[in-house]
């Protein structure tokens, strides 16, 4: 990666993304709105932010050559496509990817292609619960990637997610840093693989047996075992792998995360976990996910993924990200959320149903309970004690 770049241009897009950029509205620990005007807002701020960066609107049909997917259906999560043949004879796919669409559709130019969509994926990303349509957004920049282009994509991501909660996290890995690790250790082929699934869920157990099948040194996996459970902020984390006696190939990937970190300075919702990682053979380095309160899922997903791009035919690099809209949709559902939520403190039942009475009148959404249930939001917090209601 050719981390050459103008150091004042870094300096001030930083400071512009990370300031209060156009998507810094966020709902504070979540989102009370209901699902579909949730949704719609957040769709507006990221619009707002992916043009305030420059990027182009892309669009694309519902249908695509299937072709286009078959030689690389393992990008496509789960695998599965929907194809039909066409009236003209051409086997079609109701669209299951976005990427290789813009991959296949943009032609090399000096220019960086920088791309942002609005648009319906179709595939079974859980075979057990069939096919269904997945509303996303994301960014694709495209061309001769460097520092510059690499850190622009991950504060959009940033941006996104704060549009959803400002007590989103990011967590940003480098597939070098084991990879290389690894191949230093003369771990390869299936051991490798076996030992980076294990990584991935951070099981030690297993990892360590793995290890020891390979022929690993003890002191080579420690390290390795030490790795995958490095989880703090970005900037303080490469810190501490600088500390650590890396061989050339990790080292690499280290210094890589170190320009990132200059870069991004050190932004308490962006963090390293070494554990995350993705097919390595459209993935190369930077691999991150995003998460907002309320969801268990990755809400955002991306990285840098040069291997797809050769794999159908061209010379460049390419960063983006993905934001799946329709968990927000998912999570609008199982959240509660009132005006005012009165706990009661033994104040006098007649005169505590009659105020809640009251507000409920005034058309609020009242809940009377004797704590705080988990999960709801509220606006407006009463206590009601033998002196009558009291604010917070």
Do not use: W
């Not at 050559?65 to 929907?82: C, M, P, Q, S, W």
């Not at 459970?229 to 970005?234: A, F, T, V």
């Not at 932004?267 to 459209?282: H, K, M, T, V």
Request: aromatic share 8%; with cysteine; hydrophobic share 40%.
């Amino acid at each position: 990666m050719d981390f050459k770049a103008d150091q004042g241009t870094l300096r001030g897009m930083s400071g512009d993304v990370f300031g209060k950029s156009g998507a810094g509205q966020g709902y504070a620990g979540g989102m009370s709105k209901d699902s579909s005007g949730r949704v719609s807002d957040v769709k507006r701020q990221l619009r707002g932010l992916f043009e305030g960066y420059g990027y182009t609107r892309y669009r694309m049909g519902k249908f695509e050559e299937y072709d286009t997917y078959a030689k690389n259906r393992n990008f496509v999560a789960g695998g599965a496509i929907l194809t039909f043949t066409d009236t003209d004879g051409r086997l079609m796919a109701l669209k299951p990817d976005v990427t290789m669409s813009i991959v296949k559709n943009t032609l090399p130019s000096e220019a960086l292609h920088k791309l942002y969509y609005f648009e319906s994926v179709y595939r079974a990303e859980d075979p057990a619960a069939g096919f269904g349509e997945i509303p996303q957004a994301g960014v694709e920049c495209i061309g001769e990637i460097d520092l510059t282009s690499v850190c622009e994509v991950i504060a959009l991501a940033a941006g996104s997610l704060e549009a959803m909660s400002e007590r989103y996290i990011l967590d940003i890995s480098h597939m070098g840093v084991l990879s290389g690790l690894l191949e230093d250790a003369g771990v390869d082929g299936e051991s490798r693989e076996e030992l980076l699934r294990f990584a991935e869920g951070k099981n030690s157990h297993e990892a360590r047996a793995a290890a020891k099948r390979a022929g690993m040194r003890d002191e080579d996996f420690e390290l390795f075992d030490r790795l995958i459970h490095l989880r703090s902020r970005l900037y303080r984390a490469v810190e501490e792998l600088e500390d650590m006696r890396l061989g050339e190939r990790a080292a690499e990937a280290v210094r890589e995360l170190r320009a990132i970190a200059g870069v991004l300075g050190d932004r308490e919702n962006i963090y390293l976990d070494l554990s995350l990682r993705s097919d390595a053979r459209y993935y190369t380095g930077l691999v991150m996910k995003g998460y907002i309160p309320g969801l268990a899922k990755a809400v955002l997903s991306g990285g840098r993924y040069d291997g797809l791009v050769r794999r159908l035919h061209r010379e460049e690099g390419a960063v983006g990200f993905a934001v799946y809209l329709g968990l927000l949709e998912d999570a609008g559902r199982d959240t509660q959320s009132v005006d005012v939520l009165v706990i009661d403190e033994k104040g006098d039942p007649e005169a505590m149903f009659e105020y809640v009475s009251g507000l409920r009148s005034q058309g609020l959404s009242v809940r009377a309970d004797r704590a705080a249930p988990e999960g709801l939001e509220y606006k407006r917090l009463v206590r009601f004690t033998k002196e009558g209601p009291v604010n917070g």
